[in-house]
């Protein structure tokens, strides 16, 4: 049974408020320990353990197994690369989100998952097929560009300068996980067994980080605050609830209500519990509405491209 559209829209705008809290957390972790690979295994083991135990509960394994053999020769090697996507994309925010702040780090991951979505579209990466670029999706991406650099005004020098180049980075990877992901759901028929195999190999490459890091220079595996899983325990409800709510409000709407929960958390985070030095300036509060509008303009460009797909597919009527 759907939920109603109001109860899904709240979900959804609670989804993208988690992943403020989500950022902040293992920013937190990372800064505790002196070790981002340390936060960044903590986050994805977690994360693991409860897509599992949600997997098992619904009995999605067999299913998945089944549906699997039916579409094996549909399945594409690159599909399974997107927790090695995931992995890259979680340790360069934990990285860099003590350095400049929640909210500046949500709003270049909002530009570079914008990037990412053009351009999965665009070369027909996701299950949704090509997508070509539209003059809204095209303003949409300059608001989000005007967005990052009105939020990174007094928070970067020449010592930290590529730091948000290399978080867009992150949010392109984040999209092209999500066409990967969308895959995975559609040859799988399971979204928690999807989460799992993520998860999975995305674990490998966390264990061999933190291996090398163990190696380079000893962890404090004790400076672990009690709440390190916070993190991962966010991340895997993340995905549950976005992809149950989906269904009732639509993609647009869940991908407009996370920007919104998501800009919001991490402006109220960035002033209560800052990860930076900085904390929150205006500036950043303007970057974050900007980037909720450029979300917004790119989702109304997608939403007129659907519509024009559909027409175009409409039979003619018949005279």
């Known amino acids: 049974m759907k939920a109603s559209p109001l109860l899904a829209t709240a979900a959804t705008l609670a989804a993208g408020a988690a992943v403020a809290v989500q950022t902040s957390a293992n920013g937190h972790v990372s800064v505790a320990t002196g070790s981002p690979v340390l936060a960044t295994a903590v986050n994805h083991g977690t994360a693991l353990l ?49 350095e400049v702040g929640v909210v500046a780090v949500a ?12 351009l999965a579209d665009s070369l027909s990466l996701g299950p949704g097929g090509r997508r070509s670029l539209n003059l809204l999706r095209s303003v949409g991406l ?13 928070r970067f020098d020449l010592g930290n300068v590529l730091v948000i180049p290399v978080v867009v980075i992150a949010g392109v990877l984040i999209a092209l996980q999500q066409a990967a992901n969308g895959w995975l759901v559609v040859v799988t028929g399971e979204f928690a067994v999807m989460s799992v195999i993520n998860f999975l190999i995305s674990g490998v490459f966390v264990a061999a980080a933190l291996v090398v890091s163990l190696l380079l220079h000893p962890i ?63 500036t950043a509060v303007l970057g974050a509405a900007l980037a909720v509008v450029a979300v917004a303009i790119a989702g109304l460009g997608s939403m007129a491209a659907s519509r024009r797909r559909a027409a175009a597919a409409a039979p003619e009527p018949v005279l």
């Open 220 to 282: 404090d595996f004790s400076a672990l605050p009690p709440w390190a899983p916070l993190g991962g325990a966010l991340g895997a409800a993340i995905g549950v609830v976005t992809a149950l709510t989906v269904r009732t409000i639509g993609v647009l709407s869940a991908i407009l209500c996370i920007a919104a929960g998501q800009a919001i958390a991490a402006v109220l985070l960035d002033l209560l519990v800052p990860v930076d030095a900085l904390g929150l300036t205006p």
């Open 50 to 98: 409860m897509a599992l135990v949600v997997a098992g509960a619904m009995g999605a394994f067999p299913r998945a197994v089944r549906s699997l053999r039916q579409r094996r020769t549909e399945v594409r090697r690159w599909w399974f690369l997107g927790g090695l996507m995931g992995f890259a994309a979680v340790l360069t925010i934990i990285t860099v989100t003590p």
């Open 107 to 118: 709003v270049a991951v909002t530009l570079g998952q914008l990037v990412g979505s053009v």
């Open 142 to 154: 300059g608001v989000a560009v005007l967005a990052v650099l009105v939020g990174a005004v007094g």
